[in-house]
Structures are given as C-alpha cells and as structure tokens.
C-alpha cells in the first residue's frame, strides 16, 4: 500500500491487503493443525488401503 502523507488509502487496496492476512493467517492455522497430528485417519491406514485398492486392480488386470 503506498500512500504519501496526508492522502487516504484506497479502499480496494485496503480490503485487498485485508483478504491477503485473512488467508494467510487461516494457511498458518492449517499449518498448525497439520503439526499437531489432528488427522481423522491415520497415515498408515490411508497407505494400507491405497495398497489394498492398487493389488485389487491389479488382480482385476491380470486375471483378465
């Protein structure tokens, strides 16, 4: 935002740097969460199925 002295902001300028801390500040909370472990599911779960639905296709593909 540059303004010189003794001249208002634009309010498009102000409500576009409002928008830009509001999303970094809601990024930075995602952050913090996705430190703090708070998954629905386990990684390892989500691998173990991913495996399970890649061998299934691949039992499809083969034994056609």
């Known amino acids: 935002m540059?303004?010189?002295?003794?001249?208002?902001p634009?309010?498009?300028?102000?409500?576009?740097?409002?928008r830009?801390?509001?999303?970094?500040?809601?990024?930075r909370q995602q952050v913090q969460q996705a430190r703090h472990g708070r998954h629905i599911v386990p990684t390892?779960?989500?691998a173990a199925i991913l495996g399970l639905f890649l061998a299934g296709w691949?039992?499809?593909i083969i034994t056609k």
């Open 2 to 8: 540059t303004t010189h002295p003794g001249q208002q």
């Open 10 to 18: 634009d309010p498009e300028e102000i409500r576009k740097l409002n």
């Open 20 to 27: 830009y801390d509001r999303r970094r500040e809601r990024i």
């Open 44 to 46: 390892w779960l989500m």
């Open 58 to 60: 691949l039992y499809l």
